[in-house]
T-cell receptor, first 114, second 112 residues
């Protein structure tokens, strides 16, 4: 059973618009949650990591929230650019070290059009 | 420069042939991983290595084996490749003490 569900599966926005990506999970324990960006044919690049029970992070035009009570996270992208076209992957880690397991969502494919 | 390097980037093999995927990292990370990524699915863990000669099966180890003789190098071996092993394979590394993880660019393997 999939333990990390992402929505929507795909999303098309116009350049300059904002968008919100969702991540719901059932992983227990949930030590941390990380959002990755994966450009087509490339590896995963970390955007941000959330750790606290109710956490918020900001990294330029990317901001994220985590609510561990609801087991829910959002990734907001403000004023999208064409280079934001990519797959965004939500990953939940069950420990605070490399001894833990990472649980991957299938990703949200974002397409930014002119 | 922190980097995980995978070779080759693209590979086509016939069913039954042996396959060797190589991965290197320059960060002296103890932990290294092999994942595969298939359409519509999250990355699935094949093997994890906690250090030299300290390897453990992941969630889908069947049909694969690994080798780690040096900390900076982790190989994935497919003995007698099957068509259902067509996938994109990612190597990753992580320091033992925290949650950071660095991914290679992937190897696209096609078994025909």
């Amino acid at each position: 059973k999939t333990q990390v569900e992402q929505s929507p599966q795909s999303l098309v926005v116009r350049q300059g618009e904002n968008c919100v990506l969702q991540c719901n999970y059932s992983v227990t324990p949930d030590n941390h949650l990380r959002w990755f960006k994966q450009d087509t044919g490339k590896g995963l690049v970390s955007l941000t990591v959330l750790v606290d029970q109710k956490d918020k992070t900001s990294n330029g035009r990317y901001s994220a929230t985590l609510d561990k009570d609801a087991k829910h996270s959002t990734l907001h992208i403000t004023a999208t650019l064409l280079d934001d076209t990519a797959t965004y992957i939500c990953v939940v880690g069950d420990r605070g070290s490399a001894l833990g397991r990472l649980h991957f969502g299938a990703g949200t494919q974002l397409i930014v059009i002119p | 420069d922190m980097k995980v390097t995978q070779m080759p980037r693209y590979l086509i093999k016939r069913m039954g042939e042996n396959v060797l995927l190589e991965c290197g990292q320059d960060m002296s990370h103890e932990t290294m991983y092999w994942y595969r990524q298939d359409p519509g699915l999250g990355l699935q863990l094949i093997y994890i290595s906690y250090d030299v000669d300290s390897n453990s099966e992941g969630d889908i180890p069947k049909g694969y084996r690994v080798s780690r003789k040096k900390r900076e190098h982790f190989s994935l071996i497919l003995d007698s490749a099957k068509t259902n092993q067509t996938s994109v394979y990612f190597c990753a590394s992580s320091p033992r003490e925290n949650t950071e993880v660095f991914f290679g660019k992937g190897t696209r393997l096609t078994v025909v």
